[in-house]
T-cell receptor
């Protein structure tokens, strides 16, 4: 079974600065997807960014980018120019790409609570 | 707004009772997933339906059941409720059933007293 680990329960960053959230995962599969979801105080789960394991290029979405290290099974999220609205719980998630397995589920890490200080 | 709707937003009930949570997926999405978020268990996958058929099962209790209807909306039924069932229940949907991104609804917050 796949596992996802976020070793930083809490992080803080100054507004306009850059912060990196860590995520590691364990899998024996070669093809999979990785995601970062954001959960603000409203509790809504919002997709931040997605990475396909077969792609070597790191995904970017505006101020959000990832550092995907497949061999190390590491998937960190970098938030640049942090804004007050970035304050939220961030979850790293894994999903198998194998069509016929029960891997269609998302496996989540424990989450990292990000505080943005003005 | 993800396009996934869930009702009700909040539910307060007593132990031993039964409740039904409802989810409408994004237009065009065939797959629906249910997740439970609790303080002690984190975010856990419960069950997936694809075009009306059960596709995958996770850590879903026998007291819980779900179905997906011909119009693709889904219901999660929770019975013989216990205090520990208090949680935020999310529904998510995706176009098919594998690989692509899941979009989450706003969740139903269940409190069992």
């Amino acid at each position: 079974a796949q596992t996802v680990t976020q070793s930083q329960p809490e992080m803080s960053v100054q507004e306009a600065e850059t912060v990196t959230l860590s995520c590691t995962y364990d899998t024996s599969e070669s093809d999979y997807y990785l995601f970062w979801y954001k959960q603000p105080p409203s509790r809504q789960m919002i997709l931040v960014i997605r990475q396909e394991a077969y792609k070597q290029q790191n995904a970017t979405e505006n101020r959000f980018s990832v550092n995907f290290q497949k061999a190390a099974k590491s998937f960190s999220l970098k938030i640049s120019d942090s804004q007050l609205g970035d304050a939220a719980m961030y979850f790293c998630a894994y999903r198998s790409a194998e069509r016929e397995t029960s891997g269609s589920r998302l496996t989540f890490g424990e989450g990292t609570q990000l505080t943005v200080n003005p | 707004d993800s396009g996934v709707t869930q009702t009700p937003k909040h539910l307060i009930t007593a132990t031993g009772q039964r409740v039904t949570l409802r989810c409408s997926p994004r237009s065009g999405d065939l797959s629906v997933y249910w997740y439970q978020q609790s303080l002690d268990q984190g975010l856990q996958f419960l069950i997936q339906y694809y075009n009306g058929e059960e596709r995958a099962k996770g850590n879903i209790l026998e007291r819980f059941s779900a179905q997906q209807f011909p119009d693709l909306h889904s219901e999660l039924n929770l019975s013989s409720l216990e205090l520990g069932d208090s949680a935020l229940y999310f529904c998510a949907s995706s176009v098919r059933g594998w690989g692509e991104t899941q979009y989450f609804g706003p969740g139903t917050r269940l409190l069992v007293l």
